[in-house]
């Protein structure tokens, strides 16, 4: 993120640890004061330029990624943090084949990122990588021209959903977006007033839009233009419905991680990542 330390860098690791009861590894996106990461956001932005930041985020998740001891590669990026992630994701899709990719999964927080790229899988019915979600603060202003404004032109290939807390504000790592969204605690009362137990309703335009640039995407990329009209569509589709008036911890895979939880891996397809929805909560 933005001006982050190494102190600082060390305080998220460290609540990130004790929410999900796992080892955590960080990697520091080193700070050159508001106005200097500013202007390094907009550089990598604007021309995709891979800083030091981004080489040395590339060099640590290609070596993880093509261990054959690592199953599961669990990504989590706050701000600047999230642009940096793309771009390095942009550079290990075009140097590990989909099967070391798909083991990453990958959340976001505040993501500053006007793109994440996540290429059809051989059938033509997802993304490689199967699970990514962005969280963000309707009122915090970095993701305003961030993934936000990506969800408005689905060219962008912003993939993954996003859940945005419709009354949410700030853009701290710990403070408002951990500390509000996921709360320290093996178990969240069901009647605890947090984002994780705020209802969800889905975006159905956005969600059409970009479910339509998935489908167009593939016919384009089969040889013969005749690809699946509708990667998933009747389970992204039918998620409209079925996850609407749902809790957010039952919708979100991140939440499943909590207090030293697994996902269940039986969750049915409308709960997984199309790869097309944005989710709000109220």
């Not at 040395?56 to 990504?75: M, S």
């Not at 749902?246 to 039986?266: F, H, I, K, N, W």
Request: aromatic share 8%; with cysteine; hydrophobic share 35%.
């Amino acid at each position: 993120g933005w001006v982050c330390s190494s102190y600082g860098l060390e305080q998220n690791c460290r609540q990130l640890a004790e929410i999900f009861r796992r080892p955590i590894t960080g990697i520091q996106n080193r700070t050159f004061g508001l106005i200097g990461d500013l202007l390094e956001c907009i550089i990598q932005r604007t021309f995709s330029y891979n800083t030091y930041d981004v080489r040395v985020a590339y060099d640590y998740l290609k070596k993880v990624l093509v261990d054959p001891g690592v199953q599961k590669v669990v990504l989590i990026c706050h701000s600047q943090g999230a642009i940096v992630a793309s771009l390095a994701l942009d550079m290990l899709f075009a140097d590990l084949p989909a099967k070391q990719m798909a083991k990453f999964e990958i959340y976001t927080f505040g993501s500053a990122a006007d793109h994440f790229s996540n290429p059809l899988n051989n059938t033509g019915t997802g993304g490689v990588i199967r699970h990514i979600e962005h969280y963000v603060n309707k009122n915090d202003p970095v993701p305003q021209w961030g993934v936000l404004r990506s969800l408005s032109n689905p060219k962008n290939k912003c993939a993954g959903r996003v859940f945005i807390c419709g009354d949410g504000r700030g853009h701290l790592f710990n403070q408002h977006y951990l500390s509000q969204m996921f709360p320290l605690g093996a178990e969240i009362s069901p009647s605890r007033a947090c984002f994780v137990n705020h209802t969800v309703s889905v975006d159905k335009r956005i969600m059409e839009a970009r479910h339509q640039f998935v489908c167009q995407e593939a016919k384009r990329l089969t040889p013969n233009g005749d690809g699946p009209s509708s990667p998933s569509g009747t389970a992204a589709r039918g998620a409209i419905g079925f996850l609407t008036g749902m809790l957010v911890r039952e919708v979100s895979r991140l939440s499943q991680y909590m207090a030293g939880r697994e996902p269940d891996a039986d969750r049915p397809p409308e709960m997984r990542d199309s790869g097309r929805l944005a989710t709000s909560s109220k």
